[in-house]
């Protein structure tokens, strides 16, 4: 450790200081409303002098834990400010008359009550399960096969498990005009009608679009999964006489377990918070006759759409609020089952 | 200890909390500097040295929301910084954006354009208190199409549109179909029959390009066509089925069934290809290429015809174009005309460039650009240029025999096209909303619901 | 020896049919993007006539879409790719930097409570979706924003500082994991040497960390460079400042559906991925795995 010579120590105490008046100064600015640019850089350089003084601090005992709080303060910090307040506000908000940018009233639980009452929502919470359970065992069913497909030792499996993987590269938006595309211009000649245009194979389409883009990666898991599954349990079997398919069903994919847990709920989240390929393939567009009483022309709008529209489009941001925490809460739901299930299987095994 | 630490972590994150934002923003000057240099080629793009703008740094910002004539906007901005030194920004939106949500977005972040185009009642409510009164500056006393309410003149006029049955003329012609012979629903069939039975003889995919598609088309549908039930054949102060409809969504079912009569008869003769999954693009492209005869879109298609498909224009032998009135009842021979949308100018610290910008854009030189390249069909009395578009014409024969509508889609509830009407005639096109008759129930039912909500 | 000709066709054919069936599939795959780089080469009036085979593509339409996209002011491509690159990079060093250092601190303290509690709150974290705190984000930062003077929205400073928050709990609970399995003699051995905790940490603990610091880079730089609803919330849906999928966001909605412009543009937007891809596959799809699986 440095020695603390009085250098350091004046050094230090003129960083504090200096670090502290502007930081004071900064903040006395902002409440009294100045407007002066200068009191953005006054904070931040008071910021950093304040945090160079601390670190020189001469101070043996306490040195350790002076870097253990420098350390941890850029990640919580931004961490706090991104998330936990915006959480914590965001609750607080759905239960008011938020336009965004202020509230007048609280109004208790008057948005979850509307969000209820409203069949473009309902639907949008009823299909989303649909897609979700649907691409839950699509998605899976799919990059298991091909994860067989891709440990069988054929010629060539490197090439193949590239190409699978490549649309997990590609952001949703640019992925949903590609789509959009495909399904307009190019399949049409084989359809007639854009799949895009009615509000069933709308769906399917989106489904189609999800697993094309998702399924080369939960392959890449399950590969792994296999791959891992040791020689000699494989060789016992082979060596008990058992044949492909009983190997497969009795001896990879009960080994194989915990691997599908993990793709299970990966797959389940993503395609809860799917957003941009619906966005940019039909924005929430395909009509439905009748729900509820009620025609309703948000046909494919998937819950995080909704939520979008209602908050940006349509400028309820209370509603919209309201709607995202009953979001958060389901996923919150997901989220504990899978950690039970794991657990489970861990005490299990 | 342990509590020691713990103090000292909560006292840190509370005391420095906003200080460390700072932290973070802390290469503002870099990035304030990298966003510079990068702004300097993008004005090289734009053909412009950009000299410093000389009273308020940054220039001015237009939100325009014909994007047909996004070129020529920027050609006339360029021309002004040449001559003045501001700085003109032409952002232009259509499609599926919807651009008042876009600003509301735009106000949210504090990134306000300084002029943007307003469509109707509720787009100007929703800025009530920000804008501009124009009603001193010169070009005002100029025109009978501005935008006023109770804030004074608040809307720009910049174009004149029609909305009518565009045809093409020679196609017309030659299968000896007369365009002044439609004046009702039979007659118009008639007209689609003769043309249909035609049709590889005079090299035409379909008789008509009538496009459904609900996600980005809606506007086409919902506003443009509709405003056909609403006004077509009315004296241009008549509002009676607009004002039946601001009341709770009502329609008059009768009208409203011969309109959807003429709605079956496009949905059956237009290209499959395009009827509920086309594009605008393809929809003009089609017409201006001589495949279709006629075109649901308004005069504003001019424009297309002779910029982006120019080519394809020519090709088909740049033929001439009419519009007829949409006759679905015998007696309708109006085509509808107005204003399509206004520009706005935002009350903040640039209004004076945004205002002297507008009144050059109503002088001499801007509406050269305006009325000559940009095809508009200028409101402004003083102005002596005459458009050289297909459809100038057509517009000016039906403007001086009085046999215009005005149009009144700005009255109509907010978003009514984009989350009602577009998605019904989708339906009806591809055959979920099997005839006129359930289409014009439907449709009651659901402007019922939509008002009500 | 006959049956063992026989069990090996018998293979050989399965093998072969196997490899169709591959084949096949790869083709699905790649067929949306063979229909983008080869509609890239083709003007409007081709894509529309003929949009699966090369009648009318030609390098000449190429270029001609190609400045046509750069030059077009909507989309304003270098400007646009020289902004997610310089906020896709920025965040990941920040975050690789400040996640190894809170994960260093947390995992060195974890017999303590508060670290226990802070570690829980950063797991906790993960379950919480975008769409729960979009909205409160936007208002808190402009709030933030006009308060400092410095402003958070429309900036890359404040979008830099949104990424490091959201990726912090991801970044933390694979970086904690490996360091906890690094022994902690080792830092023991050198405080004895006189090294203080922070040069402990940065010379001997951060360069142990560069296989797992690949991982975290992998997956946050996926996700922050192809983003789209943060940067359209954060920086507006056309703002000044535009990240590359806000501007093909931009400029599909501007020109309606020019698809010899739009394919362009996307062709534009996947080859930098496919590059990195094809330079750096295996540590992408290991540090996929391995994301998928901690996470």
């Known amino acids: 450790m440095k020695t603390n010579t009085a250098g350091q120590k004046m050094c230090s105490l003129i960083l504090l200081a200096a670090g502290i008046i502007l930081l004071v100064g900064a903040l006395i600015m902002d409440f009294s409303g100045s407007q002066s640019t200068l009191r953005g850089p006054m904070l931040v350089i008071g910021a950093v002098s304040f945090f ?10 306490h040195h350790r834990q002076i870097v253990y709080v420098i350390f941890l303060f850029p990640l919580l910090f931004t961490f706090a400010v991104t998330v936990i307040i915006p959480l914590l506000l965001g609750i607080c908000y759905s239960f008011t008359d938020w336009t965004g940018i202020k509230f007048t009233q609280v109004v208790g639980f008057a948005n979850y009550i509307a969000m209820f009452k409203d069949p473009a929502f309902i639907w949008s919470i009823l299909i989303t399960f649909i897609f979700v359970v649907m691409n839950m065992i699509l998605v899976n069913v799919t990059a298991f096969l091909l994860a067989l497909l891709c440990t069988s030792g054929l010629p060539g499996v490197g090439f193949f498990r590239a190409s699978y993987f490549l649309p997990n590269l590609i952001g949703g938006i640019v992925l949903g005009y590609i789509w959009q595309f495909v399904f307009s211009n190019v399949l049409i000649n084989i359809t007639k009608i854009s799949w895009l245009v009615q509000t069933k194979t709308a769906l399917a389409a989106i489904v189609v679009v999800y697993i094309w883009q998702y399924a080369g990666y939960i392959m890449l ?55 941009d390929v619906n966005m940019a393939l039909t924005n929430g567009t395909g009509s439905v006759p009748n729900f509820m009483g009620n025609y309703l022309s948000n046909g494919t709008q998937m819950l995080a759409l909704n939520i979008y529209n209602t908050a940006i489009a349509k400028n309820s941001y209370a509603l919209g609020q309201a709607k995202a925490v009953l979001f958060f809460i389901i996923l919150a739901c997901v989220s504990l089952v899978q950690v039970r299930i794991s657990n489970k299987r861990e005490v299990e095994l | 200890m342990k509590k020691k630490v713990l103090a000292l972590i909560m006292a840190g994150t509370m005391i420095f909390g906003l200080a460390a934002c700072g932290e973070a923003a802390a290469p503002v000057a870099d990035a304030g500097a990298a966003p510079a240099d990068d702004a300097a080629p993008a004005g090289d793009a734009s053909g412009e040295a950009a000299a410093p703008a000389a009273s308020s740094g940054e220039g001015i910002r237009l939100v325009n ?39 509301k977005g735009y106000y949210q972040a504090d990134n306000m354009p300084d002029i943007f185009v307003c469509g109707s009642d509720a787009d100007f409510d929703n800025w009530k208190g920000m804008l501009v009164d124009m009603s001193g500056e010169a070009w005002a006393s100029d025109t009978d199409a501005a935008y006023k309410n109770d804030g ?6 910049y174009t004149t549109e029609a909305i009518g049955l565009a045809y093409n003329a020679d196609i017309l012609e030659k299968a000896g179909v007369d365009p002044k012979s439609i004046t009702g629903p039979d007659a118009m069939k008639k007209a689609f029959e003769t043309l249909d039975s035609k049709k590889d003889e005079l090299g035409l995919t379909a008789v008509i390009g009538w496009c459904t598609e609900p996600k980005d088309l809606y506007w086409s549908t919902g506003s443009h066509s509709f405003a056909n039930y609403i006004d077509s054949g009315l004296a241009r102060d008549d509002t009676k089925y607009a004002d039946m409809l601001a009341d709770g969504g009502k329609i008059d079912e009768t009208r409203f069934e011969h309109y959807a009569e003429m709605i079956g008869l496009f949905n059956q ?51 001439k174009c009419g519009m007829a009135p949409y006759a679905f009842e015998d007696g309708i021979d109006t085509i509808l005309t107005n204003s399509p949308s206004w520009w706005a100018v935002f009350d903040n610290d640039n209004k004076a460039d945004s205002l002297a910008f507008l009144q050059w854009l109503a002088g001499e030189e801007g509406q050269e650009i305006l009325v000559k390249k940009a095809g508009f069909i200028s ?75 | 020896m006959e049956e063992g000709r026989m069990v090996g066709k018998a293979a050989r054919i399965k093998r072969l049919i196997l490899t169709i069936v591959g084949i096949i599939i790869a083709a699905y795959v790649l067929f949306p993007f063979y229909l983008v780089v080869l509609n890239s080469f083709k003007a409007q009036t081709s894509i529309v006539a003929s949009p699966i085979n090369w009648a009318g593509a030609s390098f000449a339409q190429l270029k001609t879409n190609l400045s046509a996209v750069v030059n077009n002011s909507t989309f304003n491509f270098w400007y646009a790719f020289g902004t997610s690159l310089i906020i896709t990079v920025v965040s990941l060093v920040l975050l690789a930097l400040f996640g190894a250092m809170a994960a260093w601190v947390i995992s060195r303290n974890n017999k303590k409570k508060w670290s226990t509690v802070i570690y829980m709150i950063f797991i906790a974290s993960m379950i919480i979706p975008f769409q729960v705190v979009m909205l409160p984000l936007i208002s808190t930062f402009r709030d933030v924003g006009k308060f400092i003077g410095i402003s958070m929205l429309q900036s890359i400073p404040g979008i830099v500082f949104a990424y490091c928050g959201f990726g912090g709990a991801m970044t933390v609970f694979i970086l904690t994991g490996f360091i906890k399995g690094i022994p902690y003699d080792l830092e023991e051995a050198a405080a004895i040497d006189g090294c203080s905790p922070e040069g402990t940490f940065f010379r001997i603990i951060f360069p142990l960390l560069k296989p797992v610091i690949t991982t975290v880079t992998i997956l946050n730089g996926m996700w922050i460079w192809n983003d789209y609803l943060l940067p359209s919330l954060m920086l507006g849906q056309n703002g000044r400042v535009k990240t590359l999928p806000v501007a093909v966001q931009a400029f599909v909605g501007s020109y309606v559906k020019q698809w010899d412009l739009i394919l362009t543009a996307a062709l534009l937007a996947i080859i930098p991925m496919i590059i990195i891809f094809l330079f750096a596959q295996r540590q992408i799809m290991n540090g996929m795995i391995e994301g998928a699986v901690k996470g």
């Open chain 2, 379 to 453: 409101p402004f009395k003083s102005c002596t240029f005459i458009a050289d578009d297909p459809f100038a014409e057509t517009i000016s024969e039906y403007t001086a025999a009085g046999k215009t509508s005005s149009w009144h889609w700005l009255k109509n509830k907010s978003g009514l096209d984009q989350n009602a009407l577009g998605q019904l005639y989708a339906d009806y096109a591809l055959g979920s909303i099997p005839d006129a008759k359930a289409f014009t129930s439907t449709v009651a039912q659901v402007l019922q619901q939509y008002y009500a909500e």
């Open chain 2, 152 to 157: 004074g003149t608040v809307g720009f006029p």
């Open chain 1, 221 to 275: 898991i399950y590969v792994t999964g296999l791959t891992q599954i040791p020689g000699d349990v494989l060789e016992a079997a082979k060596i008990d006489g058992a044949n492909a398919r009983q190997t497969l069903f009795e001896v990879k994919i009960p080994m194989l377990a915990s691997t599908f847990t993990i793709c299970t709920f990966l797959t389940l989240t993503s395609a809860f918070k799917q957003f």
């Open chain 1, 52 to 61: 160079v003084g601390l670190y020189f601090f001469p101070t043996l005992k």
């Open chain 2, 269 to 319: 003769y237009s290209d499959p290809a395009l009827l509920t999954s086309g594009t605008y693009d393809q929809q003009i492209l089609g017409f201006a290429s001589g495949k279709y005869a006629f075109v649901t879109q308004g005069s504003w298609i001019g424009a297309t015809m002779t910029s982006d498909d120019a080519d394809a224009y020519k090709e088909a032998g740049n033929f």
């Open chain 2, 65 to 103: 929301g014909k994007i047909e004539v996004d070129a020529m906007l920027k050609e006339a901005a360029e021309k002004y910084t040449q001559e003045t030194g501001v700085v003109v920004t032409i952002e232009s939106m259509g499609g599926g954006v919807n651009i008042q949500d876009t600003l």
